[in-house]
């Protein structure tokens, strides 16, 4: 490793600027120029142009940047639509004087609202106004050659001399083949070879930024075109790609319905299995949804849906998204005929698929006067009972070791033809009537599988079948933009890779004929400040080119004698303040 | 992916113990740099001060670097590069670190370092017998990352210790701040040895949450020196502005590197650790797409991770932008620390986010 010698140095006033006899630092980035200068001057289009350049500068991408992140912050703590439309639902409820204030601030929407769009927006026409410079300028900069060597390169940050007894032209060419060699772009300039290397840190900070655009278009273009929807599925049951079966839908504003993947599933079985002992006991450990599914062209094919494992069919992904129990029961009316069997999937309502639900008999059943009528069951289900007299109707886990149903039942006017939107899992009782054992209690009753609930004054009865089946629900997802946000942040990361780990930076070699007729070789090197490396470089090159130009004997003694010791020793090469340079 | 495998009791009670002794041992190392410190304090250097002074009075010259092997008696067979500092930098010699030039304090400091060395090795194999003892990667809930955490950063440490570069500066705020993460996950975050919920487990569990880690431990080793950096860098502004600073000042901060140095330090670490961090916020993104059927939903995990990201971002531009590097930039990094270590323990614990694990 390198050993620090400290002398001391500083400068006061003299900062970021290049100085000096020329420009050996410019362009040496393609950053944008920072304006001093004050407001505009010159009427409309001053402005504007005054305008466009503070959008462009990076103090102005700094504040927005953080702008961004300061905005990102309130939808992270308040509930929002776009993620669990309930929960913004009980925020409300519970806030009543702030909602509307959140409201009016999209607070329930940030990441859709106009003030979090327009600083991104903001960010990106700021990024483009800036990049498209940026580019052009480093395609000439790639286009023309390294600037000449500045006239005195003690000046430069590294720096480093001795004599030799070859001549300054087989100096000069060795050099250029050393510096070539070590792929810099080379050329001879006067009395002195110009080198540069590293071009390829501005290409990766150009390219990361290009890639930041792409990652926002994938995802306008995703959002706009995707097609979102989920569709609840009972064991043995299957289900088609088309708009109406799904239970919930939504869709970007450029979506169009015939761009469904045409495709069908059945769910075979659903399995889930539970840590059965210590302190995680309950916790799900796997979930496995298989499915027989057909594409267009009408072949079955097998397959296994896993909560990480979506199935893939065509543009199209199906998710598992959540699974519960679908108890299988049968009704009778009074003359003993069934009105109503089947599978009714319950909802779950915590950790251990404790699940509530409806059972909705809409015709069929008549009432012992043979009147048409409705029937309908609230349903608690729990796949664990603890056991009566044991608290609540509520699981102690979630397999289905004892499963326990107890069900209420009403009959009269369910409703479903009143025109509302009928929630298919809760029951509408204004217009029903419980059943009631003569002397007033309500009919409700806790049973096992295979037991048969009888309805008073021969209403029929009800039977909780042995058959329990499960149900898995599932979320089809169409984005298209995936493929290109992947190719953006693949050459995101690529890009900056390159901007921060390529240092770009210049070498000079010059050699002129010294009074004593021997050669004076100075090398120095110039690079963003950050680089560290640049000393080491320059040694290493300077070795290498010692091969052609080995050091001549020093006529007088050198200068240091110690160079193990730390002390602080007297200033090399001219004593001037340092100069700046623009990074 | 395996989960019928039972997890392994006895292993589990191994790893345990082994995180336990390596806080033990942590601790020993604990007070090895307290004693180091403690002794370094006996040296009275100020060259600081003597620096600044210098340069005050000659208007003169520049830092040289003399590079490996260089100066020949008659024939340089090494040319000597002479290197300026860079502009506008104050020039200040690093502190003598934490021992002060004194031998009993550097006794004490290699002792802190062998001890770290040892507790190391002890959490490193804690984490790994964790592992072997759930059959899956040892990061399934936050005491599981807290000890990785811990682990990677000491491992960061030793790496950049090994390979010869100046960081035994860390190693007191370093080893304490590794103590109290350990308290916190072996009390407060303690989660039995266990199995993963089906949403964790994926193969992108370990490649997301290990570079999540990974990024963590280093930006961490960024942070701190950027905040001794703030501390040092007043402290050199009062000395040129010829103020006096305390004693505590003039002993501590006087044998820390000079400003420009940890400054470097730290903008070296975030830089080099951005694309990585990059890296995982999009690994994450492509997890989420498979476990839940959308790549981005601004989940608060993802949204925190996101305001990271930018943090850093703004950071990196800052230091690019005139005006702004310096302390500007340093509270920059700060702030979007605080934003990792927010995403980390805040999320988790008071925010409710998809993201939410089994036991915390
Ligand atoms: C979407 C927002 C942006 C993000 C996330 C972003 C991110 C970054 C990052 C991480 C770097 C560090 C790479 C390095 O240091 O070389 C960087 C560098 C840079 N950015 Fe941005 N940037 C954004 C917008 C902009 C805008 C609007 C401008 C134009 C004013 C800009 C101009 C630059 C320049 C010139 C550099 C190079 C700095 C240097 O040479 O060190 N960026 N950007």
């Given at each position: 490793m390198s050993k620090t010698e400290t002398t001391d140095a500083t400068d006061t006033a003299d900062t970021d600027r290049v100085t000096g006899d020329d420009a050996a630092g410019a362009d040496l980035s393609t950053a944008p120029r920072e304006e001093t200068t004050g407001g505009p001057t010159l009427g409309v289009v001053g402005w504007i142009r005054w305008f466009w350049r503070q959008l462009t500068s990076m103090r102005v991408a700094l504040i927005l940047l953080f702008l961004l992140s300061l905005g990102a912050v309130p939808g992270s703590l308040i509930p929002q639509t776009s993620a669990d439309e309930m929960k913004v639902a009980d925020f409300k409820k519970a806030h009543e004087t702030l909602t509307p204030l959140y409201e009016k601030l999209q607070l329930f929407d940030v990441y859709s609202s106009v003030w979090f769009s327009a600083i991104y927006i903001l960010l990106f026409v700021s990024l483009i106004g800036c990049i498209v410079p940026r580019t052009w300028q480093f395609v000439g900069q790639l286009r023309g050659l390294p600037p000449g060597a500045p006239k005195r390169l003690t000046r430069l940050p590294a720096y480093t001399t001795w004599r030799t007894e070859a001549g300054p032209e087989e100096v000069r060419e060795a050099a250029l083949a050393v510096l070539k060699g070590r792929r810099f772009r080379a050329r001879a300039a006067g009395d002195a070879v110009a080198a540069e290397k590293g071009y390829l840190r501005e290409a990766g900070n150009l390219l990361f930024h290009l890639a930041l655009i792409v990652m926002l278009v994938a995802f306008a273009w995703g959002q706009l075109f995707k097609s979102e929807g989920g569709k609840l599925v009972v064991e043995g049951d299957g289900f088609s790609n088309t708009l109406t079966q799904y239970d919930d839908f939504k869709s970007g504003s450029q979506f169009g319905v015939d761009e469904l993947e045409p495709f069908s599933f059945t769910l075979d079985s659903f399995t889930g299995t539970y840590?059965?002992?210590?302190?995680?006991?309950?916790?799900?450990r796997t979930f496995e949804a298989a499915v027989t599914y057909t594409r267009g062209d009408g072949k079955d094919e097998k397959a296994v849906i896993r909560v990480n494992e979506p199935l893939e069919v065509g543009d199209s992904k199906v998710y598992l998204i959540a699974h519960g129990y679908a108890p299988v029961v049968t009704v009778k009316d009074g003359r003993g005929k069934v009105v109503y069997r089947g599978a009714v999937p319950l909802l779950p309502i915590d950790n251990n698929i404790t699940s509530t639900g409806a059972i909705k008999v809409m015709d069929g059943y008549r009432d012992k006067n043979g009147k048409p009528e409705q029937l309908g069951f609230k349903a608690f289900f729990v796949p664990?009972?603890?056991?009566?007299?044991?608290?609540?109707?509520?699981?102690?886990?979630?397999?289905?070791d004892f499963p326990v149903m107890a069900l209420t039942g009403y009959h009269g006017d369910l409703r479903v033809n009143s025109g509302l939107p009928q929630n298919v899992y809760q029951l509408d009782t204004s217009k029903m009537t419980q059943f009631k054992v003569e002397g007033g209690t309500g009919v409700a009753q806790r049973m096992r599988p295979g037991e048969t609930m009888t309805l008073p004054d021969g209403a029929g009865s009800i039977t909780f079948e042995k058959e329990i089946k499960e149900w898995a629900s599932f979320q089809v997802s169409q984005q298209p933009g995936n493929g290109l946000a992947l190719a953006g942040a693949v050459a995101a990361i690529a890009g900056l890779t390159g901007s921060l780990f390529i240092h770009r930076r210049r070498v000079w070699v010059r050699a002129v004929r010294g009074e004593d007729g021997t050669t004076v070789v100075e090398m120095a090197g110039l690079g963003r400040s950050e680089s560290a490396k640049l000393p080491e470089e320059l040694a290493e090159l300077a070795v290498a080119l010692t091969a052609t130009a080995p050091p001549a004997p020093?006529?007088?003694?050198?200068?240091?004698?110690?160079?193990?010791?730390a002390a602080p020793e007297p200033a090399e090469a001219e004593a001037e303040a340092s100069e700046g340079v623009e990074k | 992916m395996i989960l019928a495998a039972e997890t392994n009791e006895s292993l589990a009670q191994m790893s345990n113990t082994l995180v336990y002794s390596s806080m033990a041992v942590y601790t020993l190392a604990f007070l090895a740099h307290i004693a180091e410190w403690v002794f370094g304090s006996r040296s009275k250097v100020g060259r600081t001060a003597a620096a600044l002074t210098e340069q005050k009075q000659a208007a003169a010259a520049a830092v040289s670097v003399q590079v490996k092997g260089a100066g020949g008696t008659t024939v340089l067979d090494r040319p000597k590069v002479v290197t300026r500092a860079a502009a506008g930098a104050r020039d200040v010699p690093d502190g003598p670190g934490a021992a002060g030039g004194t031998v009993k304090g550097d006794l004490y400091g290699r002792i802190a370092v062998s001890l770290t060395v040892l507790a190391f090795a002890l959490e490193a194999a804690g984490v790994v017998v964790r592992a072997i003892s759930v059959q899956r990667a040892p990061w399934g809930n936050m005491y599981e990352f807290s000890t990785t955490f811990s682990t990677v950063a000491v491992g960061v440490y030793l790496a950049f210790l090994l390979a010869g570069?100046?960081?035994?500066?860390i190693g007191l705020p370093l080893v304490t701040t590794v103590l109290l993460d350990l308290g916190v996950a072996t009390t407060l975050l303690y989660t039995e040895s266990d199995q993963l919920v089906p949403a964790l487990d994926s193969y992108w569990l370990w490649i997301h949450v290990s570079t999540a880690i990974f990024c963590g431990a280093v930006l961490y080793l960024g942070a701190v020196a950027t905040l001794l950096y703030l501390f040092r860098d007043s402290y050199e502004n009062k000395l040129a502005n010829g103020g006096t600073p305390s004693g505590f000042a003039r002993s501590v901060l006087e044998r820390l590197p000079a400003a420009a140095t940890l400054d470097k330090f730290a903008y070296r670490v975030n830089a080099a650790i951005f694309p990585l961090w990059t890296f995982t916020i999009i690994a994450g993104a492509i997890w989420a797409g498979d476990a839940w059927g959308r790549y981005w939903g601004w989940d608060a995990k993802e949204v925190w991770s996101f305001i990271t990201w930018v943090g850093y971002a703004a950071y990196l531009h800052a230091r690019a932008t005139a005006g702004w590097k310096g302390r500007k930039a340093a509270y920059i990094a700060l702030i979007a620390f605080g934003c990792f270590l927010f995403n980390y323990y805040g999320v988790n614990i008071f925010v409710s986010s998809k993201h939410s694990y089994a036991g915390v």
């Open positions: 840590e059965k002992s210590g302190p995680q006991r309950g916790t799900p664990t009972f603890a056991g009566a007299g044991q608290g609540d109707m509520f699981s102690q886990f979630p397999a289905l020093e006529p007088a003694a050198p200068e240091s004698a110690d160079p193990e010791s | 570069k100046n960081v035994r500066w």
